[in-house]
């Protein structure tokens, strides 16, 4: 299978100087990195359990710190509305979370049982996080915008037997609730004021009650830690299992990926209830011992800046929708802020438009690194990084201590496996299914309670990621799409992300989503939705001149037949945009599991902002 384009190889590649670095890589040699990682190592830059009693998450995040004498260092800043912030220290981390996981032992809450959160990004969240892995209890942090259906949905499919919320979130979305989750014994409430609800506990009184010097419990590293939710494309969402041998790989790709030093500030936009804000918004850089800052606001461009420069933050981790908004709104919005502490800007989630990564060099004075993972990895798998060269639209390439390939799928879509080994894509620029070798510590140990659906991610030797993606003859990982999201025309395979990005080099696009829909010609042709920028009106020649554009740049075969303006396309919370969405409701199809999908005018940002758009121009 070839992919339609190679749209994104036009783009120049961005060099490194190596002379330039105001703080040496930790990666400045690609090859011999990998040649000298292997994973003990990795492990041996961690502690362990005081007494060879085993590895816990908690322990390597706050207090081998403390131990090594650093407990006064701020370990989460946090960012109030006001712009004012209060921090919590390693040894504040440490005794809190100590507290914690007394105070669910003592509520009888035990090893391997389900501590759920439904919080926003207070210090509640984080001393819950690490106190559930000290009591060997296993931690599921759920998204606060969640409404209550999602939140009861996974409540259920989780066995919680503990969740630690607010006043307001427990009376909007439990309480009412409650009769249907019979498993759920312990509701703590961060903010009660000594007056908890009917029905629940006062997590600060118990926190004061709860002996701070108890022993952490001894974990093993193959010991559930963690429970991360994520939505099939049908069917209920997916609880994927992590165990506490993850934080090897969340400081190792701390190190590689996010090139991280404990000197550094460092901001990870993502909010915990999401797998990138708890692997890199709270345990990579707990466990490299830097300063997190944490936004208790939503995102704001004037805000964003602020945060950047007023907190002189070296190293920042956010995400393409992120990026693009704030390209919306302007590069000169940044002028004025004095961003020179920024050392490196990293993005992951969605594929990243190769224009956005060149913009960053206009408004951060950095190019954007896109990388690649998923929840099932638990970590980061492909990266730019800081010393190595850029190719602008490509992930980058595998991690040390990850082997990744392309399995070739079948007419049904399926991985071909022969004699018990999956075939594999060996030609340049060629489309395959990105698989990765298991047996790096933060890949995913199951699905809860669902066996079948977790076999089912493996063929021949790999574990089978679900993206389709081609691979240059340097190793560079170049994303093609979900392999439900590709689009197969008149016998061309596209890959909607090119035809994406190609439409948002248009000056009038903010941003585009693109689908195939059925035509009995070509099988498929490419529909695309598109944002404009703000100010700009849709109409009829703007419509028009958008796709003579797109094919221009992507020839015939592959640019858009079809395009409908839209107000906003739907997004899941973390800002993916959600194709098979566009798709259901253009086809008139059922949505499946939308529990993740933003509220707001995203619900109906198929109707099309000019009735009766779409059509083929030619
Ligand atoms: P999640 O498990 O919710 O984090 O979603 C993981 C999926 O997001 C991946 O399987 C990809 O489809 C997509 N994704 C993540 N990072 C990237 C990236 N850098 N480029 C393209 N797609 C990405």
Redesign the pocket.
């Known amino acids: 299978m070839t992919a339609g384009t190679a749209h994104s190889l036009c783009w120049p590649a961005i060099g490194k100087d190596p002379g330039s670095f105001r703080v040496r890589p930790h990666l400045t040699d690609y090859v011999a990195a990998r040649a000298a990682f292997s994973w003990d190592e990795a492990r041996r830059q961690l502690s362990g359990l005081p007494g060879g009693r085993g590895l816990n998450i908690a322990y390597e995040a706050a207090d081998r710190h403390v131990a090594a004498g650093l407990g006064g260092r701020e370990a989460l800043r946090f960012i109030r509305a006001d712009g004012g912030a209060h921090a919590l220290t390693y040894a504040d981390l440490a005794e809190r979370s100590n507290r914690f996981a007394a105070a669910l032992r003592g509520l009888g809450v035990g090893r391997g049982e389900r501590v759920f959160s439904l919080l926003g990004r207070s210090p509640a969240l984080y001393t819950a996080m690490l106190g559930t892995f000290k009591n060997a209890s296993v931690f599921c942090p759920l998204f606060s915008a969640f409404g209550p259906e999602p939140v009861r949905q996974r409540l259920q499919l989780g066995g919680a037997r503990a969740l630690v919320t607010t006043r307001a979130l427990y009376r909007r979305k439990i309480a009412p609730q409650r009769d249907a989750l019979p498993e759920l014994r312990h509701v703590l409430l961060a903010d009660t004021d000594g007056h908890p609800e009917p029905g629940t506990l006062d997590l600060a009184a118990l926190l004061a009650e709860a002996p701070a010097d108890e022993e952490i419990a001894a974990t093993q590293p193959e010991d559930m830690a963690l429970l ?1 939710f ?2 099939g494309t049908t069917g209920t969402p997916k609880g ?1 299992i992590h165990v506490h041998d993850a934080v090897t790989a969340h400081h190792a790709t701390g190190t590689f990926a996010l090139d991280l030093h404990p000197e550094d500030i460092y901001w990870c936009t993502a909010d915990p209830g ?3 804000g708890t692997s890199y918004g709270v345990l990579a850089p707990l466990s490299h011992g830097v300063t997190s800052i944490v936004d208790e606001e939503e995102m704001d461009a004037d805000r964003w800046y602020r945060i950047l420069a007023g907190e002189r933050v070296s190293v920042w981790y956010t995400a ?1 929708t992120a990026l693009r908004m704030l390209m919306k709104a302007g590069a000169e919005r940044a002028a004025g802020h004095d961003l020179s502490a920024l050392r490196f800007v990293a ?6 438009n190769p224009e956005v990564v060149l913009w960053g060099r206009e408004a951060f004075g950095q190019p954007v690194h ?8 638990g970590g980061i798998m ?1 990266a730019n990084f800081a010393a190595t060269e850029i190719r602008p639209g490509s ?2 390439r595998p991690l040390p201590g990850i082997e990744a390939a392309l399995v070739v799928r079948d007419e049904a879509d399926k991985a071909v496996v022969r004699d018990g080994a999956a075939v594999l894509v060996t030609d340049p620029d060629t489309m395959g299914e ?1 698989a990765l070798r298991p047996g790096w510590p933060s890949m995913f140990r199951g699905y809860l309670n669902e066996e079948e659906r977790y076999r089912k991610c493996f063929a021949g030797g790999w574990y089978l ?3 389709l993606a081609r691979r240059d003859a340097d190793g560079y990982y170049w ?1 093609v ?2 392999g439900d ?1 590709v689009i197969k025309s008149s016998g061309h395979l596209i890959g909607p ?1 090119e035809v994406e990005s190609s439409l948002m080099e248009h000056d009038a696009v903010a941003e585009a989503g693109v689908i195939g829909v059925p035509d009995p010609v070509a099988g498929e042709v490419v529909k695309a939705f598109v944002e404009l920028r703000p100010g700009v009106e849709p109409s009829e020649g703007l419509r028009l001149d958008i796709i003579a554009f797109a094919r221009k740049r992507l020839g015939p075969a592959v640019a858009p037949r079809l395009l409908d303006f839209t107000a906003a396309l739907p997004k ?1 919370r ?1 800002g ?1 945009i959600l194709r098979r969405l566009l798709k259901a409701r253009e086809l008139g199809l059922p949505e499946g599991d939308t529990s ?1 999908i933003e509220a707001g005018p995203a619900s109906d940002a198929t109707q099309p902002a000019l009735p009766g758009s779409s059509g083929d121009p030619a």
């Open positions: 991360h994520t939505s994927a999401w797998v990138t393409p993005s992951v989630g969605e594929p990243l896109d990388n690649w993972w998923q929840t099932e990895t492909i992930m980058g990105l990621t679900g993206d994303f799409g979900r999201d992300f899941t973390s993916k993740t």
